[in-house]
């Protein structure tokens, strides 16, 4: 494989520790290495640039059924958006929901290089691999879907946790997972009696299991298996004013419980698009930002980490395996609703949305997430997301960072909003002058997310024996810009390299990559138990054999397999 | 006023999407530059110029710029697409999406359009001397925005789907039209001055709809209120007055919910 330099750029990079200083960073077989361990290489002189890692987004809804449904239901969401293929770039289509191909290459144009798809219902796991499959460029994983599924709510029921992480061993096999994601945790479960969970120890009906013993028999499951990723929860309660004391409840259900993983995580939590879950008020009339109270929990307990659920003020489509908060949404703003149950496992709903800044509940989300990031006092446990799509698409990142590097981009929105004064009460935003610098943005955007993962050992840095992704960004931190420089720099990298393949060149797209696709294969002692109750599970309920629900070989044809040895 | 005179010579073998036969796109060319813009047939990109004689140059802007286009135009798509102001008049009939997205300005179409004219229409007019066909003024697929302001005068028959999704503005057609009128409709008014089918107003939350002429069947989710005596725009006459759609929601006015309403002529 080639050999690159890439020199004299301005690096930032919390993994080395270095904080804009120039340096070179040399690409050797894939891996950066050590820049005397090169020979003959291509030089890219990044002088007066910016340099990091690639990117890594720890939650973003990018394949399967649902970010299909948003697609067929949505032809609206492609109207003039078509670019027809050129060169080495295939057809590419949609905004809020775009196609596979687009999805590849727009990460790749803001310097990102892996993805996570948060939620996949394991019994679409084939369509969820055959999307990623299609997307070009990024390492992905998948994290399956486990709080409302039939297995894990009857053995947490009674707390058997053995069992509990043999049936996720065997599911993280069979769907070829990353992670253990639970949405509304029993309440998509109790969606299918038309009811809810909206706090902690609502029982889940039948089944006789509150929230708050599924996340923890979760967390104590995961942590049993030493997986890479801690429990990724998306709590009860999502989208409701007032919903703030449900979340704290949630993340207080992780006390006392420390990580035991090899792969270097500090947390046993991962908490998602916390925007969503940081209302004050009873009501949308008095609904108030709550991302005080949250971030001052955050930041004083380090087994926790979050990401954003940036609202950025778009046309979007919102989709979750959280079935009746869909249900809510679409008695909010009438728009279309696709709804679905997945038999044993979970289900999930569809609705277009419209955050406006004419509307001044909008306008508090967009400032309760910004507050979120600004409040915290390690920006290495607060990762930036959209929740693309739920809160807008993925592309805006930019503008994130943008609006927490610039206190001028946050009052200009402000200025843009029709209900200025009142968000301005109902939010601290207004009272807050941080800005965060590009290191800072590094941790939430590399290092990080990386870290959370597990996966430090290969991205989020730019430290020798590393993967080679690397983003090259025309932007001189050490020069006056103006806050729409940034936004205009980070969404158009001018190089990126992935696995030491150079996929942009110049702005353009210059390789579709190697794709690959991370799982974790968790070895546990054999479970008679368990596997008997998936055989008369696939028996009794299922509407698919056992046979024609694992992923096999070709779903993934470039697998990359992570090993977890929690035998004992 | 200056205006440019476009003359159809060959007809393509596909269908030819010419969404730059606008003012907007027109405004400031000269009869070669204009001959230069592109259009598509199928995925294959060519010069407006290779289908149409182009005469006269165009105003300084798209308000200062009237198009006339002549011939066949059966085989155009898009003509007058997303226009600002300005005017088009096209001299024969005219294949799909005529004045979709239009926001200002006036189409004239002396002959017949086929589906979707005035989608998602913002404003100005669109003045159509034939029939239409199906979709007039409604939503593009999938979209919840249908016709949001202006005006769309047919003097013939219009198809089905009539005003889909409508928010605003004003669809008057004087001959009959096809079954769907209005469905999801949330505001604007239609009048149909010939024979309507049936399934008029179906899920419409609020909104208009004038039938002159006869209705083959009622939606059950509209109830008879009263009989009414209107006069408006040249229409003058004793009308029955049903409110619906009863099974979908309806936004509230001093405690009293407001409905889409649906009058029919029965009198002078």
Same mark, same amino acid.
């Given at each position: 494989? +080639?050999?690159?330099?890439?020199?004299?750029?301005?690096?930032?990079?919390?993994?080395?520790?270095?904080?804009?200083?120039?340096?070179?960073?040399?690409?050797?077989?894939?891996?950066?290495?050590?820049?005397?361990?090169?020979?003959?290489?291509?030089?890219?002189?990044?002088?007066?640039? *910016?340099?990091?890692?690639?990117?890594?987004?720890?939650?973003?809804? !990018?394949?399967?059924?649902? !970010?299909?449904?948003?697609?067929?239901?949505?032809?609206?969401?492609?109207?003039?958006?078509?670019?027809?293929?050129?060169?080495?770039?295939?057809?590419?289509?949609?905004?809020?929901?775009?196609?596979?191909?687009?999805? %590849?290459?727009?990460?790749?144009?803001?310097?990102?290089?892996?993805?996570?798809?948060?939620?996949?219902?394991?019994?679409?796991?084939?369509?969820?691999?055959?999307?990623?499959?299609?997307?070009?460029?990024?390492?992905?994983?998948?994290?399956?879907?486990?709080?409302?599924?039939?297995?894990?709510?009857?053995?947490?029921?009674?707390?058997?946790?053995?069992? *509990?992480? +043999?049936?996720?061993?065997?599911?993280?096999?069979?769907?070829?997972?990353?992670?253990?994601?639970?949405?509304?945790?029993?309440?998509?479960?109790?969606?299918?009696?038309?009811?809810?969970?909206?706090?902690?120890?609502?029982?889940?009906?039948?089944?006789?299991?509150?929230?708050?013993?599924?996340?923890?028999?979760?967390?104590?499951?995961?942590?049993?298996?030493?997986?890479?990723?801690?429990?990724?929860?998306?709590?009860?309660?999502?989208?409701?004013?007032?919903?703030?004391?449900?979340?704290?409840?949630?993340?207080?259900?992780?006390?006392?419980?420390?990580?035991?993983? @090899?792969?270097?995580?500090?947390?046993?939590?991962?908490?998602?698009?916390?925007?969503?879950?940081?209302?004050?008020?009873?009501?949308?009339?008095?609904?108030?930002?709550? +991302?005080?109270?949250?971030?001052?929990?955050?930041?004083?307990?380090?087994?926790?980490?979050?990401?954003? %659920?940036?609202?950025?003020?778009?046309?979007?489509?919102?989709?979750?395996?959280?079935?009746?908060?869909?249900?809510?949404?679409?008695?909010?703003?009438?728009?279309?609703?696709?709804?679905?149950?997945?038999?044993?496992?979970?289900?999930?709903?569809?609705?277009?949305?419209?955050?406006?800044?004419?509307?001044?509940?909008?306008?508090?989300?967009?400032?309760?997430?910004?507050?979120?990031?600004?409040?915290?006092?390690?920006?290495?446990?607060?990762?930036?997301?959209?929740?693309?799509?739920?809160?807008?698409?993925?592309?805006?990142?930019?503008?994130?960072?943008?609006?927490?590097?610039?206190?001028?981009?946050?009052?200009?929105?402000?200025?843009?909003?029709?209900? @200025?004064?009142?968000?301005?009460?109902? *939010?601290?935003?207004?009272?807050?002058?941080?800005?965060?610098?590009?290191?800072?943005?590094?941790?939430?955007?590399? +290092?990080?997310?990386?870290?959370?993962?597990?996966?430090?050992?290969?991205? %989020?840095?730019?430290?020798?024996?590393?993967?080679?992704?690397?983003?090259?960004?025309?932007?001189?931190?050490?020069?006056?810009?103006?806050?729409?420089?940034?936004?205009?720099?980070?969404?158009?990298?001018?190089?990126?390299?992935?696995?030491?393949?150079?996929?942009?060149?110049?702005?353009?797209?210059?390789?579709?990559?190697?794709?690959?696709?991370?799982?974790?294969?968790?070895?546990?002692?054999?479970?008679?138990?368990?596997?008997?109750?998936?055989?008369? @599970?696939?028996?009794?309920?299922?509407?698919?054999?056992?046979?024609?629900?694992?992923?096999?070989?070709?779903?993934?044809?470039?697998?990359?397999?992570?090993?977890?040895?929690?035998?004992? | 006023?200056?205006?440019?005179? /476009?003359?159809?010579?060959?007809?393509? $073998?596909?269908?030819?999407?010419?969404?730059?036969?606008?003012?907007?796109?027109?405004?400031?060319?000269?009869?070669?530059?204009?001959?230069?813009?592109?259009?598509?047939?199928?995925?294959?990109?060519?010069?407006?110029?290779?289908?149409?004689?182009?005469?006269?140059?165009?105003?300084?802007?798209?308000?200062?710029?009237?198009?006339?286009?002549?011939?066949?135009?059966?085989?155009?798509?898009?003509?007058?697409?997303?226009?600002?102001?300005?005017?088009?008049?096209?001299?024969?009939?005219?294949?799909?999406?005529?004045?979709?997205?239009?926001?200002?300005?006036?189409?004239?179409?002396?002959?017949?359009?086929?589906?979707?004219?005035?989608?998602?229409?913002?404003?100005?007019?669109?003045?159509?001397?034939?029939?239409?066909?199906?979709?007039?003024?409604?939503?593009?697929?999938? $979209?919840?925005?249908?016709?949001?302001?202006?005006?769309?005068?047919?003097?013939?028959?219009?198809?089905?789907?009539?005003?889909?999704?409508?928010?605003?503005?004003?669809?008057?057609?004087?001959?009959?039209?096809?079954?769907?009128?209005?469905?999801?409709?949330?505001?604007?008014?239609?009048?149909?001055?010939?024979?309507?089918?049936?399934?008029?107003?179906?899920?419409?939350?609020?909104?208009?709809?004038?039938? /002159?002429?006869?209705?083959?069947?009622?939606?059950?989710?509209?109830?008879?209120?009263? $009989?009414?005596?209107?006069?408006? $725009?040249?229409?003058?006459?004793?009308?029955?007055?049903?409110?619906?759609?009863?099974?979908?929601?309806?936004?509230?006015?001093?405690?009293?919910?407001?409905?889409?309403?649906?009058?029919?002529?029965?009198?002078?």
């Amino acid at each position: 494989m +080639a050999e690159y330099l890439i020199k004299n750029g301005f690096v930032f990079d919390p993994v080395l520790g270095i904080r804009g200083d120039q340096a070179d960073i040399a690409i050797k077989d894939g891996k950066i290495v050590e820049t005397n361990a090169i020979t003959n290489p291509k030089v890219i002189d990044a002088a007066g640039k *910016t340099v990091m890692a690639g990117g890594v987004d720890i939650h973003a809804h !990018v394949a399967g059924p649902k !970010v299909n449904v948003g697609r067929n239901f949505r032809p609206e969401d492609k109207l003039f958006g078509y670019k027809p293929r050129n060169g080495i770039e295939r057809m590419q289509g949609g905004f809020s929901v775009p196609t596979t191909i687009r999805t %590849g290459y727009n990460y790749a144009r803001m310097g990102y290089t892996t993805v996570m798809e948060a939620a996949m219902p394991p019994l679409y796991a084939r369509h969820t691999h055959e999307e990623m499959r299609d997307t070009p460029i990024l390492d992905q994983g998948a994290y399956p879907v486990f709080g409302n599924n039939w297995f894990v709510l009857e053995y947490l029921k009674n707390h058997e946790i053995e069992n *509990t992480a +043999a049936y996720i061993a065997w599911l993280l096999r069979a769907t070829k997972g990353y992670a253990v994601k639970v949405v509304n945790p029993g309440g998509t479960e109790a969606w299918a009696w038309g009811l809810n969970c909206e706090n902690v120890h609502d029982p889940v009906p039948y089944f006789d299991i509150t929230p708050a013993q599924i996340v923890t028999g979760l967390i104590e499951a995961n942590e049993y298996l030493g997986l890479p990723h801690s429990m990724h929860v998306h709590a009860n309660n999502l989208g409701n004013p007032g919903n703030y004391t449900t979340t704290l409840d949630t993340f207080k259900l992780s006390e006392g419980i420390k990580p035991k993983s @090899k792969f270097g995580r500090d947390q046993v939590m991962h908490h998602t698009h916390v925007q969503f879950h940081s209302y004050g008020g009873d009501s949308w009339a008095n609904v108030d930002s709550r +991302a005080r109270e949250i971030m001052d929990y955050v930041n004083s307990h380090d087994n926790i980490t979050i990401d954003m %659920g940036q609202v950025t003020l778009d046309e979007t489509t919102t989709m979750t395996a959280d079935g009746p908060f869909e249900h809510h949404l679409t008695e909010l703003n009438h728009l279309k609703w696709a709804n679905a149950d997945v038999e044993l496992e979970t289900g999930s709903g569809v609705v277009p949305y419209v955050y406006s800044p004419n509307i001044k509940v909008c306008a508090i989300q967009w400032a309760i997430g910004l507050e979120l990031a600004l409040l915290a006092k390690d920006s290495s446990r607060i990762f930036l997301t959209t929740d693309h799509p739920n809160a807008g698409p993925f592309i805006r990142y930019p503008r994130v960072m943008k609006w927490l590097m610039s206190e001028e981009a946050r009052e200009q929105q402000f200025d843009a909003f029709k209900h @200025k004064d009142k968000v301005i009460e109902a *939010t601290n935003l207004a009272g807050i002058g941080r800005e965060l610098d590009l290191y800072e943005i590094a941790q939430m955007t590399r +290092a990080g997310p990386a870290k959370s993962l597990g996966l430090a050992h290969m991205y %989020g840095g730019l430290a020798p024996g590393l993967e080679a992704d690397v983003a090259v960004y025309d932007f001189n931190p050490n020069e006056p810009y103006a806050p729409d420089d940034i936004e205009k720099a980070f969404s158009n990298a001018e190089h990126l390299f992935k696995t030491g393949v150079q996929v942009v060149r110049d702005h353009e797209i210059a390789s579709n990559g190697n794709k690959r696709t991370l799982w974790v294969n968790a070895k546990v002692n054999e479970n008679p138990q368990v596997m008997r109750d998936v055989k008369e @599970k696939f028996l009794r309920y299922y509407t698919v054999t056992l046979n024609n629900y694992e992923v096999t070989g070709h779903y993934l044809p470039n697998p990359y397999v992570i090993e977890v040895d929690a035998t004992q | 006023m200056e205006t440019v005179t /476009l003359t159809i010579k060959n007809q393509p $073998d596909l269908y030819l999407e010419a969404d730059n036969i606008t003012p907007d796109a027109f405004a400031g060319k000269k009869a070669d530059e204009i001959a230069n813009l592109h259009v598509y047939v199928g995925r294959e990109q060519h010069r407006l110029g290779d289908f149409f004689e182009v005469s006269g140059n165009a105003g300084a802007t798209p308000e200062e710029t009237k198009i006339v286009v002549n011939g066949d135009l059966s085989r155009v798509k898009y003509i007058g697409m997303k226009m600002t102001g300005g005017e088009v008049v096209a001299n024969g009939n005219a294949d799909m999406y005529v004045g979709a997205w239009m926001q200002g300005g006036k189409i004239t179409v002396n002959g017949n359009v086929d589906a979707f004219a005035g989608t998602g229409m913002k404003d100005g007019e669109l003045v159509i001397n034939g029939n239409a066909g199906n979709y007039l003024g409604a939503a593009y697929r999938g $979209d919840w925005r249908g016709m949001q302001g202006g005006k769309i005068t047919v003097k013939g028959n219009a198809g089905s789907d009539l005003g889909t999704f409508m928010n605003g503005g004003e669809i008057i057609v004087g001959g009959d039209v096809d079954v769907h009128v209005a469905t999801h409709a949330e505001g604007g008014k239609i009048v149909i001055k010939g024979n309507a089918k049936s399934r008029l107003g179906g899920q419409m939350v609020e909104g208009e709809i004038y039938v /002159l002429g006869n209705i083959d069947v009622m939606m059950p989710g509209f109830a008879y209120r009263e $009989d009414v005596d209107i006069e408006m $725009d040249g229409i003058k006459g004793r009308f029955a007055l049903y409110e619906g759609d009863l099974g979908e929601r309806h936004r509230k006015r001093k405690g009293q919910p407001i409905y889409a309403k649906l009058y029919q002529q029965i009198g002078a």
